[in-house]
Antibody, heavy 117, light 106 residues
Framework: QVQLVQSGIEVKRPGASVKISCLGSGYVFTNYVIHWMRQARGQSLEWVGSVNCNTGATRYSYHFQGRVTMTTDTSASTAYMELSSLTFEDTAVYYC??????????WGQGTLVTVSS | DVQLTQSPSFLSASVGDKVTITCRASQDINSYLAWYRQRPGKAPELLIHVASTLQSGVPSRFSGSRSGTEFTLAISGLQPEDFATYYCQQFNTYPFTFGPGTKVDI
């Protein structure tokens, strides 16, 4: 069955970077785009960006002002999101999701990133 | 950015009730709208895509519709697992955006 499994909880200092992974299984990894979203506690979801797992092409939300980098390792069926220059406002649960076309049909379980001094 | 507003923000209901949630877009998004259910502590689950297509495996008590820039999610016969927060999301224009959510509570 299709699964997206994300890496574990992260605690970072302000100014640091965090890199989260998303391992896809049960489907052909390179046939899809992976999107990343985040959700602060008690808030709605925010789209961060996407990576085409076949071509590596990326598209980022301008809200992240060049702080985000999305990559893939097709040999490991894994997508990555790295966010730099962390601030307290980056504390959130980060999700990856698969996009077959205009929908996010499978989601990872979420990765809590806490930015704390 | 395309702004999505949802109403109501909060809805109180009982098992077996029919409820409707509305999502309005700030501009034309064609039918590129999806609906998700999110239970506490869990990832969102896809219910409806392209405004009215039921995702495979989702119960038929969920339905979606569109009228211009207004979209509706209907749940007929609420089940205990439906007490959750519902989000709409648009795929028409980057950056993709989500509505603020509607919490359905007992």
């Amino acid at each position: 069955q299709v699964q997206l499994v994300q890496s574990g909880i992260e605690v970072k200092r302000p100014g640091a970077s965090v890199k989260i992974s998303c391992l896809g299984s049960g489907y052909v990894f390179t046939n899809y785009v992976i999107h990343w979203m985040r959700q602060a506690r008690g808030q709605s979801l925010e789209w961060v960006g996407s990576v085409n797992c076949n071509t590596g092409a990326t598209r980022y939300s301008y809200h992240f002002q060049g702080r985000v980098t999305m990559t893939t390792d097709t040999s490991a069926s894994t997508a990555y999101m790295e966010l730099s220059s962390l601030t307290f406002e980056d504390t959130a649960v980060y999700y990856c999701a698969r996009d077959p076309s205009a929908k996010f049909d499978y989601w990872g379980q979420g990765t809590l990133v806490t930015v704390s001094s | 950015d395309v702004q999505l507003t949802q109403s109501p923000s909060f809805l109180s209901a009982s098992v077996g009730d029919k409820v409707t949630i509305t999502c309005r877009a700030s501009q034309d998004i064609n039918s590129y709208l999806a609906w998700y259910r999110q239970r506490p502590g869990k990832a969102p689950e896809l219910l409806i895509h392209v405004a009215s297509t039921l995702q495979s495996g989702v119960p038929s008590r969920f339905s979606g519709s569109r009228s211009g820039t207004e979209f509706t999610l209907a749940i007929s016969g609420l089940q205990p697992e439906d007490f959750a927060t519902y989000y709409c999301q648009q795929f028409n224009t980057y950056p993709f955006t989500f509505g603020p959510g509607t919490k359905v509570d007992i």
